[in-house]
């Protein structure tokens, strides 16, 4: 028997959490519904959910703090919500880990549909790959222990930007177009925007300490993808 998906909902709003909890078990989905930031981190260690639905405006505190505390200690996926839908508060908790965010109002198919689409990417075994290590000059990954590692020390990423890594990994030295990306990492019937796309580009860089404006790893071929710098590129 398949196990049930555990789903932490951290929303205060009880017109809204007390329905999306009755679609969430309706699609096979166990729910705990926390109204408070503290209920909210407090049901994370008690709960450890498979993924956690969390709304920003909270009565005790914003729900990108408990992003931030979320992801000192796990990369859970985290799919915020918001009735803030400007492009601005969207990058920043994708930036801070976020691994979706949804803008309210929404339906419970679209959500369910978004948190699949997270929960594939955590399950899946990476195309092309059954395990080992993928590396570049100094950044590496290994695909079992899913440990990314720059210049010897880790490097904490989120579920998509692992993938993200892995792709561009695999294909270090060649182009990957920008459609080939979100097919991979996110959906091939992705319906969001593929801006997506450059916010993960832009939070991986910042992660491996890469310019940008002069690139040492992460190549962009505007308007076609991406390229990772190959290991001929990368010798010192």
Known sequence: MVSRKKVLVIEDERPIAEPLADALRREGFDVHIAATAAEGLEAFSAQAPDIVLLDVMLPDGDGRDVLRQIRQASRTPVVMVSARGEEMDRVLGLELGADDYVTKPFSAAELVAR??????????????????????????????????????????????????????????????????LVSEVWDPNWFGSTKTLDVHVSSLRKKLGDDPASPRYIHTVRGVGFRFSSADELQP
């Open 115 to 180: 948190m699949r689409a997270v929960l594939r990417r955590i399950t899946a075994e990476p195309a092309g790959a059954s395990g080992g290590v993928l590396a570049s000059g100094d950044v590496a990954m290994n695909l079992d222990t899913r440990l990314v590692t720059h210049d010897g020390k880790a490097v904490e990423l989120t579920v998509k930007e692992f993938e993200l890594l892995r792709v561009l990994l695999e294909s270090a030295g060649r182009l990957v177009k920008r459609d080939d």
